[in-house]
């Protein structure tokens, strides 16, 4: 059995250790896709440096007509991260654990297993 991957969405902040990383967002789109049933995490900043249309939000309604959908989302925006996970409860499903919080997250997740 294949174990799942974590999937590390940020531009600027150090990916941690077990994580797949994605800087842009196209980075993510290709990390999402080729990993499809497959994630356990994906912890995800909202500013991406990108252009419109590239926020960590805009990948919410890609995931959902892709049908993907990991284990737990977790947001770890700097500015307001539990408004962008209500934001992200209308496109997955209760069996995705959706968090929000902040820097705290890198050391516990670390001791998540799948």
Avoid: W
């Amino acid at each position: 059995m294949t174990q799942k991957v974590n999937i590390f969405v940020d531009d600027e902040r150090d990916c941690p250790e077990g994580f797949l990383c994605a800087r842009t967002f196209e980075e993510a789109k290709e990390l999402l896709l080729a990993n499809k049933g497959n994630i356990s995490v994906v912890t995800l900043d909202n500013c991406l440096g990108g252009s419109i249309g590239e926020f960590g939000t805009d990948l919410f309604p890609f995931m959902k007509e892709n049908g993907i959908f990991p284990d737990k989302l977790n947001c770890h925006t700097g500015l307001h991260p539990e408004e962008m996970a209500r934001f992200a409860k209308g496109y997955f499903p209760e069996t995705t654990k959706i968090t929000a919080n902040s820097l705290g997250f890198f050391i516990r997740v670390r001791m998540h297993r799948p």
